[in-house]
């Protein structure tokens, strides 16, 4: 009898060695895709120039409150954050965006591990996830997208914990992390609703029996409060953005358009990964106990195409199929017939995502990207009726900014000194006021003003308006309102996007009111 409970604690002891080496060398795999990840990142991450949107989410830091015309407030605070840590450099403020991607290449790893998947699984899983196009471009740029699909991968990995039979008291933590979510993008909703409709469609009723799911969600509230309280207060302005956005700036998607560019975002070669991950939950044996995570998945697709939303909506859900992924391509490979595939699959994932990494992160010079992106037309993604010419939407974006604060800045400088101190930079968008707000003070620039979004909540400054540099997004419809307008330069930029080449600067004097009276007709909510 002896003999045997020595034989039995000398196989856990055997077990338990093998299980620890196993986790650790997963671990140092997964945290080598994660080491890839940020060197790929960080490749290129002070190339081009700012991002419209980082310039905006700069000037909200410098503006901190529970919300903004067009999301929460946690972009705004990292901005601050990040600014006040590092200084305001392109390398701070996208510092924080490459170490979210990193952990979300590292995560997607463990969820595949929890889902019952072995090396090559959270191999196949991570390395998608890190060399997905999509990934790679929100990414390289803070953004409220580069840390959404985190939120979203750590909700769902701490629920697959609790139906494995960790304790129910993880909802706490789970409605602490969606509560931030929300603070950072609210269609955090939508993935929540999703996951509780998911859990209700494969049978997991009992975690709704449970006390402390509820308290998680009451966690998750009391975050989201304070930002729900300052929609309610302006009158729930996402909701008019959202609703602007459809009508007269998004592109209009038809139902195979949308399926078709979840495929080019994720990139074409993948797509047997997540979409084998799909068929796991639905089809497996395994995978039915992870089920309301492929429900999950087709909630939150079903979503925003009904209502329309942006292309990339759904991307931050695929983690949890390329992880389900991973773990059927592992299954799939372990016949001997098909264990040629385990190697050359994996390497065409890694060769053809290397391949497109550019379209992602700006790594080529401009002439030069140009040249390669010609070969590989069918990666570029329109998702806005102003279409960039003729670099995609992203690189577009980042073209222009420090040039227009330069020739705003020497028309300034041009006026006479007595007339300087009143004279209002009055630009038609966030991008270009932000493109002030950045580069202005070393040009001895004030701060901009204008209509655009929540610069619209900031107001004229006290300006008023005898003396305006009116420039970018609809400053000829804005000379109206002056009895005085002179055009004094035009900006242009080959590379920026169609909006702010051939932008027309005008010297405006003689308001037909008070900046403060006419400061409505400036108002742009979109």
Not at 15 to 25: D, I, L, M
Not at 87 to 102: D, E, H, K, T, Y
Not at 139 to 147: G, V
Not at 425 to 449: H, S
Request: hydrophobic fraction near 50%.
């Amino acid at each position: 009898m002896s003999a045997t409970k020595a034989a039995v604690s000398e196989v856990q002891a055997l077990t338990s060695c093998f299980w620890r080496e196993a986790v650790a060398g997963s671990t140092a795999l997964l945290g080598g895709l994660a080491a890839a990840k940020l060197l790929i990142q960080f490749a290129g991450i002070n190339h081009y120039g700012f991002f419209r949107d980082e310039l905006y989410y700069m000037a909200c830091g410098e503006h901190l409150a529970w919300g903004y015309v067009d999301q929460p407030p946690l972009i705004a605070f990292v901005a601050w954050l990040a600014r006040h840590l590092f200084g305001p450099s392109m390398v701070s403020m996208r510092l924080f965006p490459v170490l979210a991607g990193a952990a979300i290449v590292w995560l997607t790893g463990i969820l595949a591990r929890d889902l019952g998947g072995g090396r090559l699984a959270q191999f196949l899983a991570a390395a998608a996830i890190l060399l997905a196009p999509v990934n790679l471009a929100f990414d390289s740029f803070l953004s409220m997208n580069a840390f959404e699909p985190l939120f979203w991968l750590l909700c769902a990995w701490i629920v697959v914990r609790i139906v494995k039979g960790a304790s129910p008291k993880l909802w706490l933590v789970f409605g602490l992390i969606a509560g931030i979510g929300l603070e950072n993008k609210h269609s955090m909703l939508v993935f929540g609703f999703a996951l509780a409709v998911g859990l209700l469609l494969s049978g997991e009723y009992r975690l709704f029996q449970s006390k402390w799911i509820w308290l998680g969600a009451a966690v998750a509230l009391c975050l989201f409060l304070p930002n729900l309280l300052w929609e309610a207060r302006h009158g729930w302005p996402q909701i008019e953005v959202v609703r602007n956005a459809q009508r007269f700036k998004n592109e209009a998607i038809s139902p195979f358009r949308f399926l078709f560019e979840q495929v080019l975002f994720l990139h074409p070669v993948e797509l047997p990964v997540w979409l084998g991950g799909l068929v796991w939950y639905f089809g497996s044996r395994e995978g039915k106990r992870f089920r309301f995570l492929g429900w999950s998945y087709l909630i939150v697709l079903a979503i925003f195409m009904v209502f329309n939303g942006k292309t990339y909506y759904p991307l931050p859900v695929y983690p949890l199929l390329m992880a389900a992924g991973g773990v059927a391509f592992e299954a799939f490979v372990a016949q001997s017939r098909r264990r040629w595939l385990a190697i050359s699959y994996p390497a065409l994932v890694v060769v053809a995502g290397l391949a497109t990494v550019p379209f992602g992160v700006a790594l080529l010079p401009v002439n030069a990207f140009l040249q390669y992106s010609s070969g590989l037309p069918f990666f570029r993604v329109q998702t806005e009726r102003d279409a960039p010419v003729p670099l995609p939407q992203l690189y577009a974006d980042m073209f222009g900014w420090d040039d227009m604060a330069a020739t705003i800045s020497s028309i300034y400088h041009s006026l006479p000194v007595s007339e300087q101190a009143g004279c209002a930079i009055l630009a038609g968008n966030y991008g270009e006021a932000g493109a002030i707000d950045y580069y202005g003070p070393k040009l001895g620039l004030p701060k901009a003003i204008s209509g655009h979004n929540s610069y619209f909540y900031w107001g004229p400054r006290g300006y008023s308006g005898g003396c305006a540099i009116v420039f970018g997004e609809r400053a000829t419809e804005f000379t109206k309102l002056f009895g005085e307008a002179k055009q004094v330069a035009t900006i242009t930029n080959p590379h920026a996007m169609v909006v702010e080449q051939n932008v027309p600067v005008y010297l405006c004097r003689k308001p037909s009111a008070p900046l403060s009276a006419l400061w409505p007709h400036f108002k742009m909510i979109i």
